[in-house]
């Protein structure tokens, strides 16, 4: 049997005529890929596909995957938005009727981080493929949009001076350089994170992790995706929250690796109940 094996694909993004880039694991390539489950790995705001847990989590993972840049992000063409949420479900859209046509994969995992993680959710509640799916994993996910606000002194200076925000960081090693409107801002604060409420599938398991460091991204924001998640019946929801962990998870993405790979575990063996999940205790989630 081939062992695993890692493909970059490009895939034509036609809503704003450029590629997205990402990368395809397959734990038996030589075997047909048609009617095969897949997980899809999705990269918060300003990251990229092999970015903090993300490149780990794939090649530990017990299924294939597939991870990729959104569009204006690393590798992926297309213009990066702060508050192009739409743009980035779009994008989601396009990637699974990709590997659907080409592969006939099916999509079974969904996990993100903040922005990913956001984005994956609101896929999930809006398309007929979201319905299939079985599991998610929800890290360091924003529910109370609004509070983007907070950070309104990091911009206020610059949006009075010159009208946008220039917002500097250093992604994949490069120095990269967006710029951030008043617009953006509240595209960030409308976008509608309580579809989970009344659309998420009743069927899927999810996990939720977040550092109880993070200071992106309340803590509180992981208790009200346990009330919303943990209110549905059959699918449960599990609540994990890092002590000392930042929002990115700086020094522990190993850990965060480990925590997704024991839940998922339970996920494959009926064993997940609604609840806190209780690391290294095997078959006690």
């Known amino acids: ?41 999705l990269h918060g705001t300003m990251g ?53 046509g ?18 994956g959710m609101h896929w999930l509640c809006t398309s007929e493929e979201g319905k299939h799916v079985t599991a998610v994993v929800n890290v360091s996910g924003r529910y109370r949009m609004h509070r983007i606000y907070d950070q309104m002194s ?7 001076a010159m009208g946008y925000y220039e917002w500097k960081v250093s992604v994949a090693r490069k120095q990269i350089l967006q710029r951030v409107y008043p617009k953006d801002l509240e595209e960030f604060a409308s976008w509608d994170t309580g579809i989970v409420w009344d659309n998420f599938p009743p069927m899927i398991n999810v996990l939720t992790v977040h550092g109880l460091a993070d200071d992106v991204v309340p803590v509180y924001d992981a208790v009200i995706y346990a009330r919303a998640f943990g209110s549905r019946a059959p699918g449960t929801h599990v609540l994990h929250l890092m002590e000392d962990a930042d929002h990115n998870f700086t020094g522990r993405q190993d850990e965060v690796v480990d925590v997704i790979l024991e839940w998922l575990e339970g996920h494959h063996s009926g064993a997940l109940v609604t609840g806190v999940l209780r690391t290294g205790v095997r078959g006690r989630l």
């Open 102 to 119: 080409n592969y006939g994969y099916e999509i079974d995992m969904i996990v993100g981080h903040s922005r990913g993680s956001v984005v």
């Open 154 to 160: 990091t911009y206020k200076e610059a949006f009075d």
């Open 1 to 41: 049997m081939a062992g695993r094996k890692s493909t970059k694909l490009y895939i034509p993004q036609p809503a704003e005529n450029c590629t997205l880039v990402g990368v395809l694991e397959q734990l038996e390539p030589d075997k047909p890929a048609n009617g095969k489950r897949v997980a899809l790995i």
């Open 48 to 100: 990229h596909k092999d970015y903090l847990f993300q490149k780990r989590l794939a090649i530990r993972l017990p299924l294939d995957s597939f991870r990729f840049d959104f569009r204006g992000s690393h590798e992926s063409g297309g213009q990066w938005k702060y508050g192009g949420f739409a743009e980035d479900v779009q994008d989601l859209v396009t990637v699974v009727a990709f590997l659907r």
